[in-house]
Protein backbone atom coordinates (compact mmCIF):
# COMPACT_ATOMS: atom_id res chain seq x y z
CA UNK A 1 0.00 0.00 0.00
CA UNK A 2 2.50 2.63 0.81
CA UNK A 3 4.96 1.49 -1.66
CA UNK A 4 1.92 2.29 -4.07
CA UNK A 5 1.39 5.37 -2.91
CA UNK A 6 5.20 6.42 -3.37
CA UNK A 7 4.97 5.07 -6.89
CA UNK A 8 2.27 7.25 -7.80
CA UNK A 9 3.28 10.08 -6.43
CA UNK A 10 5.79 11.12 -9.26
CA UNK A 11 3.54 10.09 -11.79
CA UNK A 12 0.67 12.68 -10.33
CA UNK A 13 3.18 15.36 -9.94
CA UNK A 14 4.15 15.03 -13.46
CA UNK A 15 0.60 14.80 -14.71
CA UNK A 16 -0.35 17.80 -12.92
CA UNK A 17 3.21 19.44 -14.48
CA UNK A 18 2.10 19.13 -18.02
CA UNK A 19 -1.18 20.46 -17.50
CA UNK A 20 0.04 23.98 -14.99
CA UNK A 21 -0.57 26.50 -17.91
CA UNK A 22 -0.03 29.90 -15.55
CA UNK A 23 -3.12 31.56 -14.91
CA UNK A 24 -2.23 34.42 -17.27
CA UNK A 25 -1.84 32.40 -19.79
CA UNK A 26 -4.61 30.55 -19.56
CA UNK A 27 -6.81 33.98 -19.19
CA UNK A 28 -5.80 35.23 -22.28
CA UNK A 29 -6.90 32.81 -24.72
CA UNK A 30 -10.82 34.03 -24.64
CA UNK A 31 -9.62 37.99 -25.76
CA UNK A 32 -7.24 36.47 -28.56
CA UNK A 33 -10.07 34.02 -29.57
CA UNK A 34 -12.60 37.23 -29.75
CA UNK A 35 -9.81 39.55 -31.42
CA UNK A 36 -9.04 36.92 -34.19
CA UNK A 37 -12.67 36.11 -35.03
CA UNK A 38 -13.09 39.90 -35.14
CA UNK A 39 -10.46 40.74 -37.72
CA UNK A 40 -11.65 37.97 -39.86
CA UNK A 41 -15.02 39.54 -39.59
CA UNK A 42 -13.71 43.40 -40.03
CA UNK A 43 -11.36 41.92 -43.03
CA UNK A 44 -14.01 39.92 -44.85
CA UNK A 45 -16.40 43.18 -45.01
CA UNK A 46 -18.97 41.94 -43.55
CA UNK A 47 -19.62 44.94 -40.79
CA UNK A 48 -18.64 48.35 -42.16
CA UNK A 49 -15.16 50.23 -40.53
CA UNK A 50 -18.06 53.04 -38.85
CA UNK A 51 -19.98 50.26 -36.56
CA UNK A 52 -17.02 48.03 -36.19
CA UNK A 53 -13.43 48.84 -36.66
CA UNK A 54 -10.96 46.23 -37.20
CA UNK A 55 -8.12 45.41 -34.18
CA UNK A 56 -5.43 46.37 -36.61
CA UNK A 57 -7.24 49.55 -37.59
CA UNK A 58 -7.53 50.32 -33.86
CA UNK A 59 -4.13 49.83 -33.49
CA UNK A 60 -2.61 52.10 -36.21
CA UNK A 61 -5.24 54.65 -35.11
CA UNK A 62 -4.18 54.45 -31.50
CA UNK A 63 -0.48 54.38 -32.59
CA UNK A 64 -0.90 58.04 -34.51
CA UNK A 65 -2.68 59.47 -31.36
CA UNK A 66 0.31 58.70 -29.74
CA UNK A 67 2.85 59.68 -31.89
CA UNK A 68 0.67 63.04 -32.76
CA UNK A 69 0.76 63.88 -29.15
CA UNK A 70 -2.84 64.08 -28.90
CA UNK A 71 -3.29 60.73 -26.73
CA UNK A 72 -0.80 62.65 -24.55
CA UNK A 73 -2.33 65.89 -24.19
CA UNK A 74 -5.68 64.24 -23.54
CA UNK A 75 -4.52 61.96 -20.74
CA UNK A 76 -2.40 63.96 -19.42
CA UNK A 77 -6.06 66.90 -18.54
CA UNK A 78 -8.04 63.41 -17.32
CA UNK A 79 -5.28 62.68 -15.36
CA UNK A 80 -4.90 66.24 -13.89
CA UNK A 81 -8.51 66.21 -13.07
CA UNK A 82 -8.56 62.35 -11.12
CA UNK A 83 -5.80 63.33 -9.28
CA UNK A 84 -6.79 66.42 -7.92
CA UNK A 85 -10.60 65.50 -7.28
CA UNK A 86 -9.23 62.19 -5.62
CA UNK A 87 -7.04 64.06 -3.19
CA UNK A 88 -9.49 66.53 -2.64
CA UNK A 89 -12.30 64.24 -1.65
CA UNK A 90 -10.03 61.82 0.47
CA UNK A 91 -7.83 63.97 2.07
CA UNK A 92 -11.29 65.59 3.38
CA UNK A 93 -12.54 61.99 4.26
CA UNK A 94 -9.55 60.55 5.93
CA UNK A 95 -9.61 64.28 8.21
CA UNK A 96 -13.32 63.98 9.11
CA UNK A 97 -13.26 59.96 9.27
CA UNK A 98 -10.81 59.83 11.64
CA UNK A 99 -12.32 62.86 13.89
CA UNK A 100 -15.85 60.90 13.58
CA UNK A 101 -13.64 57.63 14.35
CA UNK A 102 -12.39 59.55 17.90
CA UNK A 103 -14.81 61.19 19.08
CA UNK A 104 -18.58 59.68 19.83
CA UNK A 105 -19.43 63.38 20.42
CA UNK A 106 -18.73 64.19 16.69
CA UNK A 107 -19.95 61.06 15.61
CA UNK A 108 -23.53 61.53 16.79
CA UNK A 109 -23.21 65.21 14.95
CA UNK A 110 -21.84 64.48 11.65
CA UNK A 111 -21.63 60.48 10.87
CA UNK A 112 -26.18 60.70 10.18
CA UNK A 113 -25.69 63.63 7.52
CA UNK A 114 -22.63 61.75 5.91
CA UNK A 115 -24.81 57.98 5.83
CA UNK A 116 -27.35 60.35 3.89
CA UNK A 117 -25.34 61.95 1.38
CA UNK A 118 -23.39 58.50 0.87
CA UNK A 119 -26.52 57.15 -0.88
CA UNK A 120 -26.93 60.23 -3.31
CA UNK A 121 -25.77 58.52 -7.01
CA UNK A 122 -23.35 60.75 -7.92
CA UNK A 123 -24.91 60.95 -11.07
CA UNK A 124 -28.08 62.44 -9.66
CA UNK A 125 -25.78 65.31 -7.86
CA UNK A 126 -24.12 66.24 -11.98
CA UNK A 127 -26.62 68.16 -13.28
CA UNK A 128 -26.68 70.75 -9.47
CA UNK A 129 -22.92 70.72 -10.09
CA UNK A 130 -23.37 71.83 -13.62
CA UNK A 131 -25.48 74.75 -12.15
CA UNK A 132 -23.45 76.21 -9.53
CA UNK A 133 -20.07 75.51 -10.71
CA UNK A 134 -20.45 75.40 -14.49
CA UNK A 135 -18.84 73.19 -17.33
CA UNK A 136 -15.37 73.91 -16.22
CA UNK A 137 -12.55 72.72 -14.36
CA UNK A 138 -14.59 73.03 -10.98
CA UNK A 139 -17.50 70.86 -11.10
CA UNK A 140 -15.67 68.40 -12.58
CA UNK A 141 -12.92 68.10 -9.70
CA UNK A 142 -15.29 69.07 -7.31
CA UNK A 143 -17.87 65.77 -8.51
CA UNK A 144 -14.61 63.81 -8.48
CA UNK A 145 -14.50 64.43 -5.50
CA UNK A 146 -17.48 64.11 -4.24
CA UNK A 147 -17.75 60.42 -5.14
CA UNK A 148 -14.22 59.62 -3.79
CA UNK A 149 -15.36 61.09 -0.80
CA UNK A 150 -17.17 58.32 0.71
CA UNK A 151 -15.56 55.26 0.66
CA UNK A 152 -12.51 56.76 2.36
CA UNK A 153 -14.36 58.06 4.69
CA UNK A 154 -16.31 55.00 6.04
CA UNK A 155 -13.04 52.97 5.79
CA UNK A 156 -11.33 54.89 8.19
CA UNK A 157 -14.12 55.44 10.68
CA UNK A 158 -14.29 51.46 10.37
CA UNK A 159 -10.97 50.79 10.82
CA UNK A 160 -10.45 53.24 14.36
CA UNK A 161 -12.93 51.23 15.36
CA UNK A 162 -12.13 48.11 14.90
CA UNK A 163 -8.84 48.53 17.12
CA UNK A 164 -8.62 45.37 19.35
CA UNK A 165 -9.59 46.34 22.82
CA UNK A 166 -7.87 44.01 23.69
CA UNK A 167 -4.86 45.43 22.26
CA UNK A 168 -6.00 48.51 23.31
CA UNK A 169 -5.58 46.65 27.59
CA UNK A 170 -2.28 45.68 26.13
CA UNK A 171 -1.30 49.98 25.81
CA UNK A 172 -2.73 50.62 29.21
CA UNK A 173 -0.50 48.23 30.68
CA UNK A 174 2.32 49.28 29.01
CA UNK A 175 1.72 52.65 29.71
CA UNK A 176 1.85 54.22 26.12
CA UNK A 177 1.21 57.86 25.97
CA UNK A 178 -1.87 59.09 23.36
CA UNK A 179 0.75 60.34 20.82
CA UNK A 180 2.08 56.15 20.55
CA UNK A 181 -1.37 54.76 21.06
CA UNK A 182 -2.25 56.51 17.92
CA UNK A 183 0.73 55.75 15.91
CA UNK A 184 1.86 52.61 17.29
CA UNK A 185 -1.45 51.03 17.59
CA UNK A 186 -4.63 52.78 16.25
CA UNK A 187 -2.97 53.73 13.11
CA UNK A 188 -1.37 50.41 12.03
CA UNK A 189 -4.55 48.67 12.77
CA UNK A 190 -7.07 50.71 10.89
CA UNK A 191 -4.08 51.29 7.85
CA UNK A 192 -6.08 48.00 6.31
CA UNK A 193 -9.19 49.42 6.39
CA UNK A 194 -7.85 52.64 5.15
CA UNK A 195 -5.95 51.17 2.01
CA UNK A 196 -8.93 49.62 1.27
CA UNK A 197 -11.28 52.64 0.90
CA UNK A 198 -8.04 53.92 -0.64
CA UNK A 199 -8.70 51.31 -3.25
CA UNK A 200 -12.46 51.84 -3.71
CA UNK A 201 -12.11 55.56 -3.92
CA UNK A 202 -9.43 55.75 -6.81
CA UNK A 203 -12.39 53.27 -8.57
CA UNK A 204 -14.77 55.61 -8.44
CA UNK A 205 -12.62 58.65 -9.06
CA UNK A 206 -12.10 57.06 -12.16
CA UNK A 207 -15.44 56.23 -12.87
CA UNK A 208 -16.67 59.61 -12.15
CA UNK A 209 -13.87 61.17 -14.47
CA UNK A 210 -15.93 59.52 -17.20
CA UNK A 211 -19.14 60.73 -16.31
CA UNK A 212 -17.75 64.28 -15.92
CA UNK A 213 -15.88 64.56 -19.12
CA UNK A 214 -18.79 62.82 -21.10
CA UNK A 215 -21.22 65.41 -19.70
CA UNK A 216 -19.05 68.57 -21.83
CA UNK A 217 -15.61 69.04 -21.66
CA UNK A 218 -12.92 70.62 -24.39
CA UNK A 219 -10.27 68.29 -23.22
CA UNK A 220 -9.55 64.67 -21.45
CA UNK A 221 -10.03 61.14 -23.01
CA UNK A 222 -14.08 61.61 -22.35
CA UNK A 223 -13.95 64.45 -24.79
CA UNK A 224 -11.55 62.69 -27.05
CA UNK A 225 -14.58 59.63 -27.32
CA UNK A 226 -17.45 62.32 -27.20
CA UNK A 227 -15.65 64.49 -30.53
CA UNK A 228 -14.72 60.96 -32.02
CA UNK A 229 -18.44 59.61 -32.13
CA UNK A 230 -20.12 63.24 -33.43
CA UNK A 231 -17.50 62.39 -36.35
CA UNK A 232 -17.81 58.51 -36.56
CA UNK A 233 -14.56 57.80 -35.99
CA UNK A 234 -15.36 54.74 -33.77
CA UNK A 235 -11.51 53.27 -34.25
CA UNK A 236 -11.11 56.49 -31.79
CA UNK A 237 -13.87 55.35 -29.73
CA UNK A 238 -12.54 51.93 -29.06
CA UNK A 239 -8.55 53.64 -28.11
CA UNK A 240 -10.28 55.74 -25.68
CA UNK A 241 -12.25 53.16 -23.97
CA UNK A 242 -8.73 51.05 -24.03
CA UNK A 243 -6.95 54.00 -22.23
CA UNK A 244 -9.74 54.47 -19.81
CA UNK A 245 -9.48 50.19 -18.79
CA UNK A 246 -5.81 50.53 -18.74
CA UNK A 247 -4.80 53.07 -16.62
CA UNK A 248 -7.77 51.81 -14.05
CA UNK A 249 -6.12 49.23 -13.94
CA UNK A 250 -2.73 50.20 -13.54
CA UNK A 251 -3.83 52.75 -10.59
CA UNK A 252 -5.07 49.56 -9.24
CA UNK A 253 -2.70 47.74 -8.87
CA UNK A 254 -0.59 50.26 -7.86
CA UNK A 255 -2.08 50.49 -4.82
CA UNK A 256 -2.54 46.67 -4.63
CA UNK A 257 2.29 46.91 -4.27
CA UNK A 258 1.51 49.94 -2.06
CA UNK A 259 -1.07 47.60 0.18
CA UNK A 260 1.60 44.78 0.09
CA UNK A 261 4.63 46.85 0.91
CA UNK A 262 2.46 48.59 4.20
CA UNK A 263 0.91 45.69 5.42
CA UNK A 264 3.76 43.35 5.19
CA UNK A 265 3.17 41.25 8.10
CA UNK A 266 -0.47 40.67 6.64
CA UNK A 267 0.68 39.40 3.14
CA UNK A 268 3.30 37.31 5.35
CA UNK A 269 0.40 36.00 7.49
CA UNK A 270 -1.64 35.11 4.10
CA UNK A 271 1.42 33.37 2.74
CA UNK A 272 1.81 30.86 5.61
CA UNK A 273 -1.73 29.86 5.16
CA UNK B 1 9.32 45.09 49.48
CA UNK B 2 6.32 43.25 49.09
CA UNK B 3 3.15 42.91 47.03
CA UNK B 4 0.31 43.30 49.61
CA UNK B 5 -3.11 42.15 48.27
CA UNK B 6 -6.36 43.23 50.42
CA UNK B 7 -9.63 42.79 48.90
CA UNK B 8 -12.50 43.16 51.20
CA UNK B 9 -14.96 42.64 48.19
CA UNK B 10 -15.00 42.11 44.59
CA UNK B 11 -19.14 41.72 42.77
CA UNK B 12 -20.48 41.87 39.36
CA UNK B 13 -23.62 43.32 38.70
CA UNK B 14 -25.13 40.37 36.43
CA UNK B 15 -28.31 41.79 34.95
CA UNK B 16 -30.62 42.29 38.15
CA UNK B 17 -28.23 40.60 40.45
CA UNK B 18 -24.75 41.25 42.37
CA UNK B 19 -22.86 38.64 42.21
CA UNK B 20 -20.53 38.25 45.04
CA UNK B 21 -16.87 36.69 43.12
CA UNK B 22 -14.37 37.79 45.25
CA UNK B 23 -14.33 37.50 49.53
CA UNK B 24 -11.79 38.78 52.10
CA UNK B 25 -9.01 37.63 49.81
CA UNK B 26 -5.80 38.60 51.84
CA UNK B 27 -2.20 37.60 50.49
CA UNK B 28 1.06 39.13 50.63
CA UNK B 29 4.12 37.99 48.66
CA UNK B 30 7.45 39.16 49.82
CA UNK B 31 9.82 40.41 47.60
CA UNK B 32 11.46 37.67 44.91
CA UNK B 33 8.70 35.32 46.10
CA UNK B 34 6.63 33.31 43.25
CA UNK B 35 3.27 32.90 44.44
CA UNK B 36 1.06 30.64 42.16
CA UNK B 37 -2.64 30.86 42.39
CA UNK B 38 -5.03 27.69 41.69
CA UNK B 39 -8.98 27.24 41.61
CA UNK B 40 -11.45 25.89 39.80
CA UNK B 41 -13.07 27.75 36.57
CA UNK B 42 -14.91 31.12 37.39
CA UNK B 43 -13.83 31.05 41.11
CA UNK B 44 -12.21 34.89 40.34
CA UNK B 45 -8.71 33.92 39.43
CA UNK B 46 -8.23 36.46 36.64
CA UNK B 47 -10.82 39.14 38.51
CA UNK B 48 -7.83 38.70 41.60
CA UNK B 49 -5.39 39.51 38.58
CA UNK B 50 -6.62 42.59 37.35
CA UNK B 51 -7.30 44.01 40.57
CA UNK B 52 -3.38 43.60 41.60
CA UNK B 53 -2.57 44.92 38.10
CA UNK B 54 -4.88 47.92 38.24
CA UNK B 55 -7.04 46.93 35.16
CA UNK B 56 -10.25 46.72 37.82
CA UNK B 57 -10.62 49.55 40.11
CA UNK B 58 -14.33 48.60 41.14
CA UNK B 59 -13.93 46.75 44.43
CA UNK B 60 -13.52 46.76 48.30
CA UNK B 61 -10.08 47.43 49.75
CA UNK B 62 -6.86 47.89 48.55
CA UNK B 63 -3.75 46.83 46.80
CA UNK B 64 -0.10 47.78 47.47
CA UNK B 65 3.11 47.05 45.09
CA UNK B 66 6.23 48.20 47.74
CA UNK B 67 3.87 50.14 49.81
CA UNK B 68 2.57 52.28 47.00
CA UNK B 69 -1.00 51.86 46.39
CA UNK B 70 -2.03 50.70 42.67
CA UNK B 71 -4.57 52.57 41.29
CA UNK B 72 -4.29 52.15 37.75
CA UNK B 73 -2.46 49.73 35.14
CA UNK B 74 1.23 50.62 34.18
CA UNK B 75 4.40 48.81 33.68
CA UNK B 76 5.13 48.53 37.44
CA UNK B 77 2.44 45.54 37.42
CA UNK B 78 3.50 43.61 34.01
CA UNK B 79 1.17 41.53 32.73
CA UNK B 80 0.77 38.54 30.80
CA UNK B 81 -2.41 37.35 28.91
CA UNK B 82 -3.49 33.94 28.80
CA UNK B 83 -3.16 35.07 24.61
CA UNK B 84 -0.07 36.09 23.82
CA UNK B 85 -1.43 39.87 22.63
CA UNK B 86 1.16 40.91 20.76
CA UNK B 87 0.70 43.75 18.36
CA UNK B 88 0.52 41.93 14.51
CA UNK B 89 2.09 44.57 12.80
CA UNK B 90 5.38 44.72 14.77
CA UNK B 91 8.21 42.05 14.43
CA UNK B 92 9.05 40.49 17.42
CA UNK B 93 11.71 43.19 18.25
CA UNK B 94 9.40 45.63 18.05
CA UNK B 95 6.86 43.68 19.78
CA UNK B 96 9.13 43.82 22.94
CA UNK B 97 10.27 47.47 22.09
CA UNK B 98 6.40 48.76 21.60
CA UNK B 99 5.93 52.32 22.45
CA UNK B 100 10.25 52.57 23.32
CA UNK B 101 12.61 53.67 19.79
CA UNK B 102 15.02 50.41 19.01
CA UNK B 103 17.39 53.30 17.49
CA UNK B 104 17.54 54.12 21.26
CA UNK B 105 20.80 52.64 22.28
CA UNK B 106 20.17 51.94 25.70
CA UNK B 107 16.31 49.95 24.29
CA UNK B 108 18.52 48.12 21.97
CA UNK B 109 21.01 46.82 23.89
CA UNK B 110 18.41 45.60 26.53
CA UNK B 111 16.06 44.11 23.96
CA UNK B 112 19.11 42.32 22.20
CA UNK B 113 19.73 40.92 25.87
CA UNK B 114 16.06 40.25 26.60
CA UNK B 115 15.88 38.39 23.33
CA UNK B 116 18.34 35.96 24.45
CA UNK B 117 17.02 35.26 27.61
CA UNK B 118 14.19 34.15 26.60
CA UNK B 119 15.77 32.38 23.85
CA UNK B 120 14.33 33.88 20.54
CA UNK B 121 18.11 34.78 18.84
CA UNK B 122 17.34 34.71 15.09
CA UNK B 123 13.55 35.63 15.46
CA UNK B 124 14.27 39.26 16.20
CA UNK B 125 12.59 40.07 12.44
CA UNK B 126 9.95 37.89 12.61
CA UNK B 127 6.60 38.77 12.64
CA UNK B 128 3.46 37.18 15.29
CA UNK B 129 2.23 35.26 12.26
CA UNK B 130 5.40 33.74 11.53
CA UNK B 131 6.59 32.05 15.46
CA UNK B 132 4.89 29.41 17.26
CA UNK B 133 2.52 30.28 20.33
CA UNK B 134 5.12 29.38 22.79
CA UNK B 135 7.27 31.81 21.53
CA UNK B 136 4.62 34.68 21.22
CA UNK B 137 4.21 33.89 24.66
CA UNK B 138 7.90 34.19 25.36
CA UNK B 139 7.78 37.54 23.44
CA UNK B 140 4.87 38.79 25.60
CA UNK B 141 7.17 37.70 28.77
CA UNK B 142 9.76 39.58 27.24
CA UNK B 143 7.96 42.31 26.38
CA UNK B 144 7.00 42.87 30.04
CA UNK B 145 10.18 42.17 31.76
CA UNK B 146 12.15 44.61 29.19
CA UNK B 147 10.23 47.25 31.74
CA UNK B 148 11.38 46.29 34.95
CA UNK B 149 8.03 45.52 36.60
CA UNK B 150 7.93 45.21 40.15
CA UNK B 151 5.76 42.11 39.95
CA UNK B 152 5.29 39.77 37.18
CA UNK B 153 1.22 38.97 37.24
CA UNK B 154 0.51 35.92 34.74
CA UNK B 155 -2.74 34.61 33.90
CA UNK B 156 -2.89 31.40 32.72
CA UNK B 157 0.41 32.22 29.98
CA UNK B 158 0.53 28.52 29.11
CA UNK B 159 -2.96 27.35 29.15
CA UNK B 160 -3.45 27.14 24.98
CA UNK B 161 0.14 25.25 24.72
CA UNK B 162 0.84 21.94 24.27
CA UNK B 163 2.65 20.03 27.31
CA UNK B 164 5.86 20.17 26.21
CA UNK B 165 5.58 23.55 25.36
CA UNK B 166 4.47 24.47 28.30
CA UNK B 167 7.28 22.38 30.00
CA UNK B 168 9.73 24.33 28.26
CA UNK B 169 8.29 27.39 29.12
CA UNK B 170 7.99 26.59 32.50
CA UNK B 171 11.62 26.11 32.31
CA UNK B 172 12.73 29.20 30.74
CA UNK B 173 10.28 31.64 33.44
CA UNK B 174 12.40 30.23 36.50
CA UNK B 175 15.39 30.73 34.72
CA UNK B 176 14.35 34.36 34.04
CA UNK B 177 12.70 34.75 38.16
CA UNK B 178 16.06 33.18 39.44
CA UNK B 179 18.38 35.67 37.34
CA UNK B 180 16.43 38.74 37.75
CA UNK B 181 14.98 38.11 41.30
CA UNK B 182 11.46 39.37 40.40
CA UNK B 183 8.36 38.93 42.19
CA UNK B 184 5.84 36.70 40.68
CA UNK B 185 2.32 35.97 40.62
CA UNK B 186 0.77 33.56 38.49
CA UNK B 187 -2.51 31.96 38.08
CA UNK B 188 -3.24 28.66 36.70
CA UNK B 189 -5.77 25.53 36.86
CA UNK B 190 -2.85 22.90 36.21
CA UNK B 191 -2.33 21.83 39.95
CA UNK B 192 1.50 20.32 38.34
CA UNK B 193 2.37 24.18 36.93
CA UNK B 194 1.25 25.48 40.24
CA UNK B 195 3.72 23.05 42.56
CA UNK B 196 6.32 23.25 39.84
CA UNK B 197 6.36 26.85 39.89
CA UNK B 198 5.88 28.15 42.83
CA UNK B 199 7.63 29.07 46.39
CA UNK B 200 4.03 29.35 47.37
CA UNK B 201 0.65 27.59 46.30
CA UNK B 202 -2.57 29.45 47.05
CA UNK B 203 -5.79 27.55 46.67
CA UNK B 204 -8.57 29.28 45.64
CA UNK B 205 -12.62 28.39 46.61
CA UNK B 206 -15.30 29.30 44.73
CA UNK B 207 -18.38 31.46 45.23
CA UNK B 208 -17.18 33.35 46.40
CA UNK B 209 -13.40 33.32 45.82
CA UNK B 210 -11.75 32.96 49.09
CA UNK B 211 -8.14 31.60 49.97
CA UNK B 212 -8.61 28.14 51.33
CA UNK B 213 -4.94 27.28 51.80
CA UNK B 214 -1.50 28.80 51.71
CA UNK B 215 1.01 26.02 50.98
CA UNK B 216 4.91 26.59 51.09
CA UNK B 217 6.89 24.82 48.89
CA UNK B 218 9.69 24.15 50.50
CA UNK B 219 11.86 22.52 47.71
CA UNK B 220 14.92 23.88 46.10
CA UNK B 221 14.85 24.66 42.15
CA UNK B 222 14.63 22.79 39.47
CA UNK B 223 11.93 20.41 41.10
CA UNK B 224 11.72 16.85 40.27
CA UNK B 225 8.08 16.10 39.48
CA UNK B 226 9.46 12.20 40.35
CA UNK B 227 11.26 12.90 43.90
CA UNK B 228 8.94 12.04 47.04
CA UNK B 229 9.09 15.14 48.29
CA UNK B 230 7.43 16.80 45.36
CA UNK B 231 4.84 13.75 45.86
CA UNK B 232 4.01 14.82 49.63
CA UNK B 233 3.43 18.56 48.19
CA UNK B 234 1.10 17.36 45.91
CA UNK B 235 -0.86 15.24 47.65
CA UNK B 236 -0.92 18.46 50.42
CA UNK B 237 -2.42 20.95 48.14
CA UNK B 238 -4.42 18.06 45.98
CA UNK B 239 -6.65 17.62 49.42
CA UNK B 240 -6.82 21.05 49.51
CA UNK B 241 -7.87 21.06 46.28
CA UNK B 242 -10.66 18.28 46.17
CA UNK B 243 -12.00 20.25 49.29
CA UNK B 244 -12.81 22.99 47.37
CA UNK B 245 -14.39 21.01 44.65
CA UNK B 246 -16.76 19.22 47.44
CA UNK B 247 -17.52 22.20 48.27
CA UNK B 248 -18.46 23.23 45.28
CA UNK B 249 -20.92 20.01 44.90
CA UNK B 250 -22.12 20.55 48.31
CA UNK B 251 -23.34 24.37 47.19
CA UNK B 252 -24.44 22.49 44.34
CA UNK B 253 -22.97 24.08 41.52
CA UNK B 254 -21.70 21.06 39.90
CA UNK B 255 -19.35 21.00 36.66
N1 LIG C 1 -16.94 41.68 33.43
C1 LIG C 1 -17.71 40.82 34.14
N2 LIG C 1 -19.02 41.05 34.32
C2 LIG C 1 -19.78 40.20 35.02
N3 LIG C 1 -19.33 39.09 35.59
C3 LIG C 1 -18.03 38.78 35.45
C4 LIG C 1 -17.15 39.62 34.70
N4 LIG C 1 -15.92 39.08 34.72
C5 LIG C 1 -16.03 37.95 35.43
N5 LIG C 1 -17.29 37.76 35.87
C6 LIG C 1 -17.75 36.64 36.70
O1 LIG C 1 -16.88 36.50 37.79
C7 LIG C 1 -16.59 35.14 38.03
C8 LIG C 1 -15.10 34.94 38.06
O2 LIG C 1 -14.56 35.17 36.77
P1 LIG C 1 -13.03 35.01 36.45
O3 LIG C 1 -12.82 35.28 35.02
O4 LIG C 1 -12.24 35.79 37.41
O5 LIG C 1 -12.82 33.45 36.75
P2 LIG C 1 -11.51 32.57 36.58
O6 LIG C 1 -11.22 31.97 37.89
O7 LIG C 1 -10.43 33.36 35.94
O8 LIG C 1 -12.02 31.45 35.60
P3 LIG C 1 -11.22 30.67 34.45
O9 LIG C 1 -10.39 29.64 35.13
O10 LIG C 1 -12.29 30.06 33.63
O11 LIG C 1 -10.42 31.68 33.72
C9 LIG C 1 -17.30 34.34 36.98
O12 LIG C 1 -18.44 33.74 37.56
C10 LIG C 1 -17.72 35.33 35.95
O13 LIG C 1 -18.98 35.01 35.46
MG1 LIG D 1 -9.46 33.36 34.00
Redesign the interface.
Known sequence: MVRAQAMNQPVAREKKARKSIPIWVKGLVLPLFIIVIWQIVSSSGVVSATVLPSPLQIIITFYNLIVSGVLFSHLQISIYRAVVGFLLGASIALVLGFVVGFSKHSESYIDPTMQMLRTIPSLAVTPLFILWFGFDELSKILLIAFASFFPVYVNTYNGIRSVDS??F?????????KW?QLT??IL??A?SHILVGIRLSIGIAWLSLVVAELMGSSAGIGYMIMDARQFSQTDKVFVGIIIFGVVGKLTDSLVRILEKKL????T??EG?E | MSVQIQIDEKSFQIEQERKRVLDEVKLTVKKGDFLTIIGPSGCGKSTLLKIVAGLDTEYQGAVHVNDRQVVKPGIAQGFIFQEHRLFPWMTVEQNIAADLSLKDQDVRQKVDEMIEIVRLKGYEKAYPSEISGGMSQRVAIARALIRDPEVLLLDEPFGALDAFTRQHLQDVLIDIWQRKNITMILVTHDIDEAIYLGTDVAILRANPGHIQKLVHVGLSYPRAKTSPSYQQVRQQVLQEFEKTESQRYIDGEGI
Open positions: KLEVAQVLEFSKRLPSLLKWRNFV
